[in-house]
């Protein structure tokens, strides 16, 4: 049977005259040998094909519109159940950020996102913990290093200023007001190295710098004291590690200049103590060898040794008991004998006392008061002798013959009277005039001690029972011209 074989096709619009168009598509038909083997038609009307277009696009529409509402629907659930938990995740990481650490995240569901979202609250909430400690010691950091009275600094590398407590803000604004110089002196150590290849800092005082750049080259912990101006000042300067490497240095600051003025009144008490009491104890163990082997031939010359020995007994005794008494008023048990005072008496008896002295020493010597009564309610009469006699004694010593010495009383003011002792002497140095009162202030080249000097404690002990009188004493001086001791004790 032969095999038939469709060959080209045709599809053609047919208008037809009663009836809806229709599209007429015709394919020729050949046997297999290649001989032609006729026609087919096919009629298929138009309406039918577009109702078939039709329904397809409404089907396509009908998909489309399903999709898209699927798709929607499934972008609700995905923001709900991932976007909006990953956003308030957000959200509070940057609420955090800004220091908000009891911001938390509601966990919604048992899956990871609800995994994640505990895990982030535990995570806040130790982070507020380790926050909150962190703040806790920080600010018992800072109120140990606010309550110091030493100062404290912080200086990174290049010695800018990072942190300070209030006392070492109160020193950096001292230390900025003062002009450095040559004089402005640093601990020895520190003179002898300079600041090579590192930048100058305006935060780091000029005292500090050589000593900040020996530790940080040497990485070590440095101690020294430091004079700025009449202060004296204890540092302590260690470096500061990050991650094994120096980013800065702690420095704190001591005022030590009452430590180092008392140290060194020590000091020169010991040594003048020592002094004063090396030459009577040299004269007599010296003297008193003298007569123990015989040297001496007159009884004359025993006499004047056995004067010297006694002189010299009496100078170390009262030595001792200024001491003492000296001692007895710094530490307060200086025990007086308070009562109603009159001044002229008193005023008169010192005048007398020191009129035959001044006379045997052609010292003019002047006596100035009222003729009334001044009356002082409270005051140990003993003690206000002992203040004037070592006020004139010192003036006796330090007045060259024919000059004048004048003892005035006077009021001062309802309130208070005022006694003096004036001298035309030869004065005392202004740079000296501040230790003046200290003890063994005689000591000074401006004071040489005679044969029959004071102790040296004379105006230290006249400041102290003054001040136990609630009085003041006071000294004005010019160098060649005289020196005017003033008292001022309370009237009332």
């Known amino acids: 049977m032969a095999q038939l074989k469709a060959g080209a096709s045709l599809s053609k619009r047919v208008p037809v005259a009663d009836g809806p168009d229709v599209m ?19 009629y298929q ?15 396509f529409a009908l998909a489309g519109m399903i999709g898209f509402t699927l ?11 991932l976007t909006r938990p990953l ?21 919604q569901s048992n899956d990871e996102l609800g995994d994640l979202a505990k895990t982030f609250n535990i995570m806040a ?71 090579e290849g590192r930048p100058q800092s305006s935060d780091l005082p000029e005292p500090l710098r050589l000593l900040f750049d020996e ?3 040497d990485t070590k912990v440095m101690m020294s ?7 004296v000042w204890s540092v302590v300067m260690a470096p500061l590690y990050s991650q094994q490497q120096v980013r800065g240095v702690v420095v704190v600051l001591r005022d030590v200049t009452e430590e180092y003025r008392l140290d060194k009144m020590r000091k020169d008490f010991v040594a003048n103590v020592s002094h004063e009491l090396r030459t009577p104890l040299s004269m007599l163990q010296g003297y008193s060898e003298a007569l123990l082997d015989d040297i001496v031939a007159t009884p004359e010359d025993r006499q004047e040794l056995v004067q010297i020995i006694h002189d010299e007994s009496v100078r ?22 308070m009562a109603p005072l009159v001044l002229q008496p008193l005023m008169m008896r010192v005048y007398r006392k020191f009129s035959n002295l001044c006379r045997e020493k052609g010292i003019i010597f002047e006596y100035d008061g009222p003729e009334e009564e001044i009356v002082l309610p409270q005051a140990d009469e003993d003690r206000l002798e002992q203040v004037l006699t070592n006020l004139l004694g010192n003036a006796l010593r330090h007045t060259p013959e024919g000059k004048r010495i004048v003892l005035r009383l006077a009021r001062h003011d309802s309130r208070t009277v005022l006694i003096e002792v004036a001298d035309e002497g030869e004065g005392i140095p202004a740079e000296d005039l501040p230790y003046i009162f200290e003890r063994f202030y005689k000591a000074d080249k401006s004071r040489k001690r005679g044969l029959s000097g004071g102790t040296g404690l004379g105006l230290a002990i006249v400041k102290n029972l003054v001040e136990a009188h609630k009085g003041t004493v006071s000294v004005t001086s010019t160098l060649g011209q005289g020196t005017t001791f003033s008292i001022l004790l309370p009237a009332e």
Not at 46 to 58: A, D, G, P, R, S
Not at 87 to 96: D, H, N, S, T
Not at 149 to 166: H, I
């Open 316 to 337: 170390m005794s009262r030595l001792v008991q200024d001491l003492l008494d000296l001692a007895r008023m710094e530490a307060g048990h200086l025990e007086l004998n």
């Open 71 to 81: 798709t929607t629907f499934f972008a609700f659930f995905l923001i709900t159940r």
């Open 87 to 107: 956003q308030q995740l957000k959200q509070a990481a940057g609420l955090i950020t800004k220091g908000n650490y009891a911001i938390r995240v509601s966990v």
């Open 215 to 217: 530790v940080i080259r």
């Open 45 to 59: 009307p138009i309406e039918t094909v577009e109702q078939l277009q039709f329904y397809v696009k409404v089907l």
């Open 125 to 195: 909430e130790r982070l507020a913990e380790n926050i909150k400690a962190l703040q806790y010691e920080k600010e018992n950091l800072s109120s140990v290093l606010s309550s110091m009275s030493d100062a404290v600094l912080s200086f990174d590398v290049n010695g800018s200023l990072v942190f300070m407590n209030p006392h070492g803000e109160r020193l950096l604004k001292e230390w900025s007001g003062l002009e450095w110089g040559a004089d402005d002196s640093v601990h020895p150590r520190q003179q002898e190295g300079t600041r």
């Open 24 to 42: 007429a598509v015709a394919m020729s038909v050949t046997s297999s040998d290649g001989r032609p083997g006729g026609y087919i038609t096919l």
């Open 225 to 231: 004291t430091i004079h700025v101006k009449t202060g």
